[in-house]
């Protein structure tokens, strides 16, 4: 930031990285840079086919007492929640990212290598019910991350095929919401004209993981933030 000299730095990480968020709330408290933090919307009716917690060791509790394979969408990070218990660990199925310490740490964790997936998204509905039959799963994990994060289609996944998606809910944030940010933008920048905004993500960084959607709105941007 210092470096850079940046006058705005825009927190659109995940709504569950709280510590990353934490790190970037400091670092623009210490270089007295403006920050602001971009809320996904992760709103969704309540539904029968959810059950929703707190967090991961709540989600692996209520999954302990439950028979039926578990089809976990939440990646490796928090996998230990979901081992420590030999029956549970047997009964999980995993899709992680592609990448070799998303693998190692399911390894290291001792999840049968034929339970692990390696694939990138986005999901379609259909996909994921793939997914379900091919496990034979009774449950499936996701995170509350709205349309952006493809929750959207997991649920519809779980209501077609009759099972329970275990909601873990997102965390409570102040920020703005994205037509507010974009009105941020247009004033700090001072764009007069009509702009489309489109906010990319690079999950956890690396710009072999973009997708080839985020790719074209890279490529066919007059600015790039």
């Known amino acids: 930031?210092?470096?850079?000299?940046?006058?705005?730095?825009?927190?659109?990480?995940?709504?569950?990285?709280?510590?990353?968020?934490?790190?970037?709330?400091?670092?623009?408290?210490?270089?007295?840079t403006q920050?602001?933090?971009?809320?996904?919307?992760?709103?969704?009716?309540?539904?029968?086919?959810?059950?929703?917690?707190?967090?991961?060791?709540?989600?692996?509790e209520y999954l302990k007492n439950k028979e039926g394979n578990v089809f976990l969408t939440t990646g490796s990070n928090n996998i230990e929640f979901y081992t420590s218990d030999k029956c549970l660990k047997e009964r999980v199925?995993?899709?992680?990212l592609p990448l070799a310490e998303s693998l190692d740490k399911c390894l290291k964790s001792r999840i049968n290598p034929a339970h692990i997936m390696c694939i990138q998204g986005p999901f379609s509905k259909d996909f994921n019910i793939a997914?379900?039959?091919?496990?034979?799963s009774k449950?499936?994990?996701?995170?509350?991350?709205?349309?952006?994060?493809?929750?959207n289609e997991k649920?519809?996944?779980?209501?077609?095929?009759?099972?329970?998606?275990?909601?873990?809910?997102?965390?409570?944030e102040n920020g703005v919401d994205f037509n507010e940010f974009k009105s941020i933008?247009?004033?700090l920048f001072d764009i007069k004209e009509k702009k489309t905004v489109n906010l990319v993500s690079a999950g956890p960084g690396r710009k072999e993981l973009l997708n080839f959607e985020a790719v074209k709105a890279v490529e066919n941007s007059s600015l790039v933030i």
């Not at 199925?93 to 992680?96: E, L, M, S, W």
């Not at 649920?155 to 409570?172: C, D, Q, R, Y």
């Open 139 to 151: 449950f499936i994990v996701t995170k509350q991350t709205g349309e952006a994060g493809g929750f």
């Open 35 to 60: 920050y602001i933090r971009l809320l996904r919307n992760t709103a969704d009716t309540e539904n029968l086919s959810c059950v929703y917690v707190k967090n991961h060791f709540e989600a692996a």
């Open 131 to 136: 997914c379900i039959k091919e496990t034979n």
């Open 93 to 96: 199925y995993v899709r992680i």
């Open 1 to 32: 930031i210092t470096e850079n000299k940046y006058k705005l730095v825009v927190d659109a990480t995940h709504p569950y990285a709280q510590a990353v968020t934490e790190n970037i709330k400091n670092a623009c408290k210490n270089t007295k």
């Open 185 to 187: 933008i247009k004033n």
């Open 155 to 172: 649920l519809s996944a779980a209501i077609e095929t009759n099972i329970k998606a275990i909601v873990i809910k997102a965390p409570e």
